[in-house]
């Protein structure tokens, strides 16, 4: 079964680090740009971040640059999402998306929830 | 940054009406344009790419229409399962990539 499976996320405080991963099974993730997207409890989906499909390039949002770094290890079919300086306004589900040539997202991950709170 | 604009924020829909959703971009975006549908407590899935190409898993009484501004998912004839969240998203300017805030389709 092809599927993006998330790991990582939990209760955090303020300040710390914390790193997500993001696993492609039955599929290779390696020919594919892959993208984070957060969505915020009771609200939209906001994109946080993109990486190329061999990591050369990578894009972020304003919300999160300076913080945030993607990166991914093909031979493991893995992409990272390492946060830092964690506030309670990155609280949301992180999904990990993939897509084509085209900046749409034909397969999403179950997500991973991201708790930042004292 | 392109800003998505998703109207009405819920349509309240009996079983076998029709259900328009609309989207509007702040710029043309073409017709690089997607939705996308999500349930509670699941991701999104892709309905439509292009603006009006069904993913291959998207029933036919999806439909979608527009270009440049202004676009249109169309449910034919709603069923139980349609009742969700639906969002569209812009992926011709970026970065950033940028989603309407979504539109509710409910039960009447």
């Known amino acids: 079964q092809v599927q993006l499976v998330e790991s990582g996320g939990g209760v955090v405080q303020p300040g710390t680090s914390l790193r997500l991963s993001c696993v492609g099974s039955?599929?290779?993730?390696?020919?594919?740009?892959m993208h984070w997207v957060r969505q915020a409890p009771g609200k939209g989906l906001e994109w946080v971040a993109a990486?190329?499909?061999?990591?050369?390039?990578?894009s972020y949002a304003d919300s999160v640059r300076g913080r945030i770094t993607i990166s991914r290890d093909n031979g493991k079919s893995t992409i990272y999402l390492e946060m830092n300086s964690l506030t309670p306004e990155d609280t949301a589900i992180y999904f990990c998306?993939?897509?084509?040539?085209?900046?749409?997202?034909?397969?999403w991950g179950q997500g991973t929830l991201v708790t930042v709170s004292s | 940054e392109v800003l998505m604009t998703q109207s009405p924020a819920t349509l309240s829909v009996s079983p076998g009406e029709r259900a328009t959703l609309s989207c509007r971009a702040s710029?043309?975006?073409?017709?690089?344009l997607a939705w996308y549908q999500q349930k509670p407590g699941q991701a999104p899935r892709l309905l439509i790419s292009?603006?009006?190409n069904r993913a291959t898993a998207t029933p036919a009484r999806f439909s979608g229409s527009g270009s440049g501004t202004d676009f249109t998912l169309t449910i034919s004839s709603l069923q139980s399962e349609d009742f969700a969240i639906y969002y569209c998203?812009?992926?011709?300017?970026?970065?950033?990539?940028?989603f309407g805030q979504g539109t509710k389709v409910e039960i009447k």
């Open positions: 998306a993939k897509s084509k040539m085209s900046l749409y997202y034909d397969l």
């Open positions: 039955g599929l290779s993730l390696s020919s594919f740009a």
């Open positions: 990486i190329s499909f061999d990591g050369s390039d990578k």
């Open positions: 710029q043309s975006v073409g017709i690089n």
């Open positions: 292009g603006a009006s």
């Open positions: 998203q812009q992926y011709l300017h970026w970065p950033p990539l940028t």
